[in-house]
Antibody, heavy 123, light 108 residues
């Protein structure tokens, strides 16, 4: 069974930093591309970032480019999102989602999702 | 920036067919994915690559795409299908993913 468990969310002040983690199990993590997607309270889904299986290909939404860094450790079956210079508008539930793309191809089509971790940016 | 446009809401009676549309300029060249999100839950993939249905998704869910519009069809909608539905695709360069604004489906 595919399982994705996010962690690392919490309350942070504007301008602060946070690192989210996603622990994967139930599939060959090193074969799949992965995604981060967020959802502000009461709002729709927003794609944040994607990373290919080998980390060769990385993509960011314009809204986070230059502030967020996606990475992965295939030996630990884990993906990360380093978030710097956080703003109030980054407040959201952040979901980790497996991509349908395999072998270093990013399809940008998430199939399995975690339950999300809440990030609140407030003074 | 690239946008996908969905109607904010669709309402049908139980047993009727619900159709949710998603329009975007790059859809003739990019696949569309559809997600169902019930209140307080994570999204669930219901259609991928325009028209394919993942295992475990009821047959009443189907998808199609023609030109710049993709459509999610729920044939014989059930009360339990009430949820927010989102389309998702990539922009023409394939460098950015985009979600539609979401459609609230009411079945009553």
């Amino acid at each position: 069974e595919v399982q994705l468990v996010e962690s690392g969310g919490g309350l942070v002040k504007p301008g602060g930093s946070l690192r989210l983690s996603c622990a994967a199990s139930g599939f060959t993590f090193s074969s799949y591309s992965m995604n981060w997607v967020r959802q502000a309270p009461g709002k729709g889904l927003e794609w944040v970032s994607s990373i290919s299986s080998s980390s060769r290909y990385i993509y960011y939404a314009d809204s986070v480019e230059g502030r967020f860094t996606i990475s992965r450790d295939n030996a630990k079956n884990s993906m990360y999102l380093r978030m710097n210079s956080l703003r109030a508008e980054d407040t959201a539930v952040y979901y980790c989602a497996r991509d349908l793309g395999v072998r270093d191809v990013v399809v940008m089509g998430p199939d399995y999702w975690g339950q999300g971790t809440l990030v609140t940016v407030s003074s | 920036s690239y946008e996908l446009t969905q109607p904010p809401s669709v309402s049908v009676s139980p047993g009727q067919t619900a159709r949710i549309t998603c329009s975007g300029d790059a859809l003739p060249k990019k696949y569309t994915y559809w997600y169902q999100q019930k209140s307080g839950q994570a999204p669930v993939l219901v259609i991928y690559e325009d028209s394919k249905r993942p295992s475990g998704i009821p047959e009443r869910f189907s998808g199609s795409s023609s030109g710049t519009m993709a459509t999610l069809t729920i044939s014989g909608a059930q009360v339990e299908d009430e949820a927010d539905y989102y389309c998702f695709s990539a922009d023409s360069s394939g460098d950015h993913g985009v979600f539609g604004g979401g459609t609230k489906l009411t079945v009553l």
